[in-house]
């Protein structure tokens, strides 16, 4: 049996884009995970105008933020930005707009969307504890608790 492609290979979003597509059109649900990801990360890129920041943390925050606009898109069936907090990366930057998310009284939106769809890892919650040195120790115990109601497996350094 042939191995199936390795989507770390696609170099650009409109290919991974099409790729996702046509896994979707030929219902490979195996292939699909991978497909999702890969396009997050290449779709998942920061606008010019932030400010300057932990670059992995960064990174993170933007592909999770790709995934959950994804997930959007093919709810509604046209793009979807999470705008308001994109808003808030303009006013504040990521490492804030994260901490509040963690913080919240409430989860998001965003976190509930992205655990109903297995990524618990791209939530705000888990980069709080993936980038653990980054945040207040009250933002690291509200995400470890939001998380651990969730269901989702901590990162191995925090668990």
């Not at 390795?6 to 790729?19: E, S």
């Not at 888990?126 to 269901?151: C, I, M, P, T």
């Amino acid at each position: 049996m042939p191995k199936p492609f390795d989507p770390t290979v696609i170099q650009d979003a409109k290919t991974a884009r099409d790729y996702l597509n046509n896994v979707r059109r030929l219902g490979r649900t195996d292939l699909y995970p991978a497909a999702f990801r890969r396009l997050c990360e290449l779709s998942g890129q920061p606008p010019g105008d932030n400010p300057p920041e932990d670059v992995a943390l960064v990174a993170d925050f933007w592909r999770a933020i790709a995934a959950l606009e994804e997930i959007l898109r093919d709810q509604h069936g046209k793009v979807v930005r999470a705008s308001r907090t994109r808003q808030k990366v303009k006013r504040v930057g990521v490492r804030k707009t994260v901490e509040d998310l963690a913080l919240s009284k409430q989860e998001s939106e965003g976190f509930r969307i992205l655990t109903e769809h297995g990524l618990g890892d791209l939530t705000a919650e888990y980069l709080v504890l993936k980038h653990v040195g980054q945040f207040s120790d009250n933002a690291v115990a509200a995400a470890r608790l939001r998380l651990e109601a969730a269901a989702v497996a901590l990162p191995r350094a925090s668990a």
